[in-house]
């Protein structure tokens, strides 16, 4: 079953881009959290995304927000991703797509592609905002959006 807004997110563990355990208790409830699903690092579309973020990511700071990107790619594939393009903000290795299954994204493209979806909580670990499109211009954008709504 999807999450959908109003929806508590999952508590999960998985490995970050250094080989650190990010556990989503240590933000998730603590603080708003945009988490965006993507389907494969250097992809151009997903390139194209995360940059985005990257290029905002003062602004979700400013907002008291964290940037989490999740795909099904390993922690040494996010490392040079995250190295090429100076990415600010935690990448998450979900090779057995776990974590995808949780939070309910289904592939795209005729079951081909890993969805891309993003989600925005708020500090009290809610979805409040959810968008689901493989156009990767739009995500950044709306997400944050959703987090003024919430200021």
Do not use: W
């Not at 109003?6 to 603080?31: A, C, R, V, W, Y």
């Not at 905002?56 to 190295?83: C, M, R, T």
């Not at 090779?95 to 009290?124: A, N």
Request: aromatic letters at 10%; proline letters at 4%.
């Amino acid at each position: 079953m999807a999450l959908e807004k109003g929806d508590q997110i999952p508590e999960f563990e998985l490995k970050d881009q250094h080989g650190n355990t990010f556990n989503s208790d240590e933000i998730i409830g603590q603080k708003p959290a945009v988490i965006y699903f993507y389907p494969k690092d250097f992809t151009p579309g997903c390139t194209k995304e995360a940059c985005n973020f990257r290029d905002s990511y003062e602004d979700f700071q400013e907002l008291g927000a964290e940037v989490i990107g999740i795909s099904n790619d390993s922690e040494k594939s996010h490392a040079k991703f995250s190295k090429k393009y100076k990415l600010p903000f935690v990448l998450l290795a979900d090779e057995k797509g776990k974590v995808r299954k949780k939070f309910g994204i289904k592939k795209s493209l005729l079951g081909l592609v890993p969805g891309r979806e993003t989600f925005v909580i708020d500090d009290k670990g809610e979805v409040v905002f959810k968008f689901n499109s493989l156009d990767a211009s739009k995500h950044k954008q709306k997400a944050l959006k959703a987090l003024k709504k919430l200021q």
